[in-house]
């Protein structure tokens, strides 16, 4: 049976008040919500365009940050969020005129009221600031796992999408001199992987970045919000008229009462969950098992003659059984030698 794999918690996750996780009334919807693409549990991309400062003089240096959300819940999307804005702006524009700070610092109304004064053309976050999103759903982060056998960890997916992130802005010719990222392990490992990967980047790795750095407080709100907003979208599915808005699964965390209920009351015998549900998650395996779910798959081990055998080679084989079975099921063979 292919191995679950359970993501531990990491601090952040653990300190969260999952009270405040869950999404408001009201709440910005912002434009890297893509519904249908949230709604069929595909993982997508959303850059914004150069904002208008830096692409009237694409000399300008920029400063960029990277940071998440969505890491331990069983529930939704882990998104990752990008920003970047001149680096002789990034401390005066978002600490001391907007007063951006780590996204679990500030209420959801707070995080909302802030991401749509990224997305106004008429603010000057807007004219100053580009941002960017990376949305891995929870099904492809579950098969990714369970495809291979826990190999291509969080942290690998997480580590890609960063890449992946960064080298778009890049792409788009912004010139970027410094970058923070929040780390997702060891910071020196993970700096030293990046910084072989972009060696013209001044790239720092730092525990809670999302507190030290500005750029990357900003990115934590662009994920945060965008997270929450795809929840909102993936419960559509479920909410009924009396529910009036609320989202019954709350933050969608294992440690959240409301999550674990209505996993427990929201469980198809066979199927489990839809595309709202990372499987690869001990706590989506250990209800299933405990229901006795028979959606199981034991794979056998891998044979060298049949990994080497071409699809025809299947076919060729079963209708040879098939000829071997008919001509033997009434007696035995008649062979020409007879006649």
């Given at each position: ?27 910005f919807?912002p ?7 949230v ?29 998440e ?118 910071p020196?490992t993970?700096?030293?992987k ?31 919000v ?74 056998p ?17 079963a ?21």
């Amino acid at each position: 049976m292919a191995e679950i794999i359970d993501e531990p918690m990491d601090d952040q996750t653990e300190s969260q008040n999952v009270a405040e996780e869950a999404s408001i009334e009201g709440v910005f919807i912002p434009p890297s919500i893509h519904n249908e693409r949230v709604l069929s549990g595909e993982s997508y991309t959303h850059i914004s365009a150069v904002p208008a400062t830096i692409a009237t003089d694409m000399s300008t240096e920029c400063v960029l940050g990277v940071d998440e959300a969505g890491r331990g819940p069983v529930l939704g999307p882990m998104v990752y969020g990008l920003y970047y804005l001149p680096l002789s702006m990034h401390r005066s524009l978002l600490a001391d005129t907007h007063h951006f700070d780590d996204s679990k610092a500030l209420t959801p109304a707070v995080r909302s009221d802030l991401m749509e004064k990224v997305c106004s053309a008429d603010t000057d976050l807007y004219q100053h600031s580009g941002w960017a999103i990376r949305s891995m759903s929870a099904r492809d982060i579950a098969a990714a796992q369970l495809r291979a056998n826990g190999t291509y960890n969080l942290n690998a997916q997480a580590m890609d999408a960063t890449i992946d992130l960064i080298q778009q802005v890049l792409d788009q010719g912004v010139n970027i001199r410094e970058v923070y990222i929040d780390t997702i392990g060891p910071p020196a490992t993970y700096q030293k992987k990046l910084e072989r990967i972009f060696p013209s980047l001044a790239i720092t790795v730092a525990k809670k970045a999302d507190s030290l750095y500005p750029c990357v407080s900003a990115a934590s709100i662009c994920a945060k919000v965008t997270r929450d907003a795809a929840l909102d979208v993936l419960y559509t599915s479920y909410a009924s008229p009396e529910e009036n808005g609320v989202i019954a699964w709350g933050s969608g965390y294992p440690s959240d009462a409301r999550c674990t209920t209505w996993l427990k009351g929201n469980m198809h015998p066979f199927f489990g969950w839809g595309n709202e549900c990372r499987f690869s998650w001990g706590t989506a395996k250990e209800l299933l098992e405990a229901r006795g779910a028979p959606g199981r798959m034991d794979w056998p081990e891998p044979d060298e003659a049949t990994d080497n055998m071409k699809l025809t080679g299947f076919f060729t084989e079963a209708e040879a059984e098939k000829e071997d079975g008919m001509a033997t099921w009434f007696g035995r063979r008649v062979t020409a030698e007879v006649f």
